[in-house]
């Protein structure tokens, strides 16, 4: 896995992993008619469900396996990402989250900081562009540069930012969080 250490020392506070699906089969011109019910069914393929299964391995060898809280967005391979996470992840409560599905990043962030205060952890798993720009405007001092710098780069399917927040939820915010860790599945998966 790329960047397979956290940073060192325990972060106080609230953990955040945001995660973005797996790979996905590839989208289907849209027909008359078809909607963007077509998208939302698009699933993962057997490379995705392997990236996925690699990412919740090593989120659970991080320490940032057991959250309190999974959001998901609609889509089938969000749906079929977190169904291969959960087979080694400790999750507590999991809630299919409609405006993940085509949330900008200043929307997840709104999402995330009307949380209430007993979720200690949430994990993430939704869609690329917000994903990646969520990580970055939360990503303030003390974030590891090269977990950063990969982020800026857009977030590859299965990969997951692991940021700390001081809390409350309420006061999230850009530059709020320290970027501990980003991981991406190997080449193989």
Do not use: F, K
């Amino acid at each position: 896995m790329d960047d397979g250490r956290p940073a060192s020392g325990a972060a106080p506070g609230l953990t955040l992993v945001l995660l973005r699906h797996a790979e996905a089969a590839a989208a289907v011109p849209a027909r008359p008619g078809s909607g963007p019910d077509a998208d939302l069914a698009r699933p993962l393929t057997p490379r995705g469900r392997a990236q996925a299964r690699a990412t919740g391995e090593w989120l659970l060898a991080s320490g940032a396996g057991a959250v309190d809280l999974v959001l998901v967005s609609p889509a089938q391979r969000t749906a079929q990402t977190w169904a291969e996470l959960a087979e080694v992840l400790h999750p507590g409560t999991v809630r299919e989250e409609p405006a993940l599905y085509e949330a900008p990043a200043l929307g997840l962030v709104h999402l995330l900081a009307a949380l209430p205060q007993e979720v200690g952890s949430v994990l993430v798993v939704a869609h690329e562009p917000a994903v990646s720009a969520a990580a970055v405007a939360l990503a303030g001092p003390g974030s590891v540069g090269a977990a950063l710098a990969r982020v800026r780069a857009g977030a590859a399917p299965a990969s997951a930012s692991v940021l700390a927040h001081p809390g409350p939820w309420a006061s999230l915010a850009g530059g709020s969080c320290v970027l501990r860790s980003h991981v991406v599945p190997p080449e193989g998966s």
